[in-house]
């Protein structure tokens, strides 16, 4: 494999485990297997710091007895900048488990973590972590196209009523502005609806 593509897949971990022994054996596995392990922290009280300074690829939690905080902190902390995370506890309920997703957990595992398995769950929790940003940029990207369609039309009318011009030639008014500004259709269109709105605004308070 070339040394670009080796760098490339090492991925940068930090690990929550308030047990220190098991987090030792953890870490030594992680290390094993080809992940560098930026930082071992034994609550989730300074994670959003951690996070924040180290910028890490994945987040590992396990903790014994989880509580509402360290659901606080994710949330925070994929609000700002999502990671995929990884929650080992056998101690969460149904109920738990549903609030850890909301605040950004990626992969849940409902059973104490172990060096042998921790791999496997990194791995999918980065393939979850992918998959839902494709598809929140999916919807991004639909969002946006359906904002600009909102306006374009928005402006065509404008046109037509301010100019009494027909529909095809208000959008290619509309077309070739964006062209000659380099612009999107929809940038244009938002500057088309400020001037004629408030040219109709100054007309009416004459």
Not at 137 to 145: A, H, S
């Amino acid at each position: 494999m070339p040394k670009q593509d080796e760098a490339a897949a090492v991925l940068r971990v930090i690990l929550v485990d308030d047990d220190r022994s098991r987090a030792t054996i953890v870490e030594r596995k992680l290390r094993d297997v080809g992940f560098e392990v930026l930082s071992v922290i034994p609550t989730a009280s300074g994670l959003l710091y951690q996070m924040a300074q180290q910028e890490p690829d994945v987040v590992i939690i396990a903790l014994d007895s989880p509580d509402r905080d360290v659901l606080e902190s994710l949330s925070i902390a994929s609000s700002h900048n999502p990671r995929p995370v990884v929650m080992f506890s056998e101690a969460g309920d149904q109920s738990f488990i549903s609030d850890a997703i909301r605040a950004g957990v990626t992969a849940y595992q409902a059973q104490d973590i172990n060096a042998e398995r921790v791999r496997a769950a990194i791995d999918i929790a980065v393939a979850q972590f992918s998959a839902f940003n494709n598809l929140r940029e999916e919807l991004d990207e639909t969002r946006r196209q359906l904002e600009e369609r909102k306006l374009v039309e928005k402006a065509k009318g404008l046109l037509m009523t301010v100019h009494k011009v027909d529909e095809e030639e208000a959008f290619s008014t509309l077309r070739k502005l964006a062209m000659d500004k380099n612009r999107t259709l929809g940038e244009v269109a938002r500057e088309v609806i400020e001037i004629l709105e408030r040219t109709q605004l100054k007309g009416k308070g004459r």
